[in-house]
């Protein structure tokens, strides 16, 4: 999923709301680190989930 979010910064616009994030002092590796911590996080409770079905 991170890979897919660089992705989709480098090949489209949404690079210019970087823009936004730097002037707010976040740098872009806090930026893929937070989506990382909430990738992460959701990945574990889906698997947990599943896990508790299984």
Same mark, same amino acid.
């Given at each position: 999923? @991170?890979?897919?979010?660089? *992705?989709? @910064?480098?090949?489209?616009?949404?690079?210019?709301?970087?823009?936004? *994030?730097?002037?707010?002092?976040?740098?872009?590796?806090?930026?893929?680190?937070?989506?990382?911590?909430?990738?992460?996080?959701?990945?574990?409770?889906?698997?947990?989930?599943?896990?508790?079905? @299984?």
């Amino acid at each position: 999923m @991170i890979l897919f979010l660089a *992705y989709f @910064i480098n090949e489209s616009s949404f690079k210019q709301k970087l823009i936004f *994030y730097k002037n707010l002092g976040i740098s872009t590796f806090k930026l893929f680190f937070i989506f990382f911590i909430i990738d992460a996080f959701l990945t574990i409770s889906l698997l947990s989930t599943i896990k508790a079905f @299984i």
